[in-house]
């Protein structure tokens, strides 16, 4: 068994094609096929089930996958023992987030990070929280911002900072009149969220009981009360810009842009404020702990320079 073999395995599990699986590893299909049957004779046992239209990773043999991208990771961090004075601020770095995170924490963390690690390159990406877990896992990802919970077995997490939702309306909507808004008040609303598989949408229906009881009113009258066509934030704010609904925000997208006093306006939630918490999710065993410690201080900066934006009233801010 060698880590050469196990790379192959872990990479064909991935793919679930000898062909793609070759020209990640950088070899040819007969020596990734050679190998991995070599590894599975060794075992005594079948790590894929291989037809003429597919491959799928045994039961057994997802285990073994899931230990052989532990080994690899340690082997990571052996080498980067060996070389002790080795800068962990060099190498590139691969960051994820949620949809709902990313486009409004992204422009002001990359500069920070700039500054603190001028040397270090960056790779992002947004995806669903589901994604992001498996890309983490995968090693695809060196750390991921999602909100919280977040549970996966071998993976660390790092509550950054807590994040109320507003309520984003057109300029003229009866509401817009009022400083605070209610639960209640938005269940009587033609409200625009998120599809499904977006976790903001979720947290938006957990916080808001009165809206779940609102939806099954509806839908049980045969005359729904949300609209779910949004694909993303930016889309569901042009929708109200519209006329078609109003919605509810995290914080940063709604004071990440400036509307003009006739078109929209926030107003913030009145007690019990609901709220998530953005957090930070790295692997036990990654080995560059000065990049997670950069990237989490960086995050924090840039809640302080968020945090003078937010200390202006919301209305008063976006009015």
Known sequence: MTLTELRYVVTLARERHFGR?????????????VAVKKLEEELGIPLFERSKSS?????????????????????????????????????????????TIGPYLFPHLLPELRRAAPEMPLYIEENYTANLRKKLRQ??????????????AEVLTLPLYDEPFVVLLPAD????????????????????????GHCFRDQVLEACPPLVEAVTRRADAGTPSLVTEGSSLETIR????????????????????RYQ??????RPFAPPVPSRTVALAWRVTFPRPKAIDVLSLAAGQCRVIEKATEDTPVAAATD
């Open 21 to 33: 699986a070759a020209e990640r590893c950088h070899v040819s299909q007969p020596t990734l096929s």
């Open 55 to 99: 491959i799928r990773v045994t039961e057994t043999g997802q285990r073994i996958v899931e230990q052989a991208q532990r080994v690899l990771d340690q082997v990571g961090v052996i080498r980067d023992m060996a070389q002790d004075g080795k800068n962990q601020l060099s190498s590139p770095l691969k960051v994820g987030a949620i949809y």
């Open 139 to 152: 090693s695809e990802l060196d750390a991921i911002i999602i909100a919280l919970p977040f549970e996966e």
């Open 173 to 196: 909507h009866p509401l817009a009149a009022k400083k605070e808004i209610t639960g209640d008040e938005l269940a009587d609303e033609q409200l625009l969220l998120l599809g499904p």
């Open 238 to 257: 042009h929708m109200v810009a519209s006329g078609l609904g109003i919605t509810v925000l995290p914080l940063s997208a709604a004071t990440g842009m």
């Open 261 to 266: 006093k006739d078109v929209l306006v926030t």
